[in-house]
């Protein structure tokens, strides 16, 4: 079974600038997961998707951030004008369903702003 | 508020002393308890889930243990491979996962 892929792995951009992360969850996942790990924290939930439609998006900052979950497949993270703050680890993750089924995690995108 | 706290933060064994890594948490109404393990660079593994008090569960070298307040990580006899930062997070009702800041384990040859 293939795992959570996410792209690009590192991205380092300037202040003010856009960026964008994409994430191909587990075939057949139909729960989609985006989180923010700082160095020496637990991930954060930023957003969570069931099929196309985003059920918890509290922790999302609006202002600068979006996402998208183009027919309840692939989700598209992006960041409009990044800040210094929002360099991070941005986690991608996916599971069947929303129960206690367990969360399967991509390898992030590491992302620094300068 | 969910709330999970992890300890300690960094644990240094020798290859082969076996130790326990502690979450404790508050929730209401726990749905499942979840250890994770992660490597640097890697995104979090899953290892266990854990439902209701008494529970243990066990995989190679590792047991997890649920009590009403709290979850045990032991490590039994560590290897250097065991080397990771340990996960914990906790969900109740419907509300997403909340995870701990970790335990890092180094496990010295």
């Known amino acids: 079974e293939a795992g959570v892929v996410q792209s690009p792995r590192y991205k380092i951009i300037e202040k003010k600038q856009p960026v964008a992360f994409w994430c191909n969850p587990i075939?057949?996942?139909?729960?989609l997961y985006w989180y923010l790990q700082n160095l020496g924290q637990g991930p954060e939930l930023l957003i969570r998707?069931?099929?196309?439609?985003?059920?918890?998006d509290s922790q999302l900052p609006k202002d600068r951030f979006s996402a998208e979950r183009l027919k309840g497949v692939d989700s598209t993270l992006k960041i409009q004008p990044a800040e210094l703050g929002d360099s991070a680890v941005y986690l991608c993750a996916s599971s069947y369903g929303t129960g206690n089924s367990p969360l399967h995690f991509g390898n992030g995108t590491r992302l620094t702003v300068t | 508020e969910d709330q999970v706290t992890q300890s300690p933060e960094a644990l240094r064994l020798q290859e082969g002393e076996s130790s326990s890594l502690n979450c404790s948490y508050t929730?209401?109404?726990?749905?499942?308890l979840f250890w994770y393990r992660q490597d640097p660079g890697k995104g979090p593994e899953f290892l266990f889930t854990?439902?209701?008090a008494g529970e243990e569960k066990e995989k190679e070298r590792l047991k997890a243990t649920l009590t009403k307040k709290e979850s045990f990580l032991h490590i039994t006899a560590p290897k250097p491979e065991d080397s990771a930062t340990y996960l914990c997070?906790?969900?109740?009702?419907?509300?997403?996962?909340?995870f701990g800041k970790g335990t890092r384990l180094s496990v010295i040859a």
């Open positions: 929730v209401s109404g726990l749905r499942g």
């Open positions: 998707y069931e099929n196309e439609e985003a059920v918890d």
């Open positions: 997070a906790v969900r109740s009702g419907n509300t997403p996962l909340v």
């Open positions: 854990l439902y209701s």
């Open positions: 075939s057949g996942h139909n729960t």
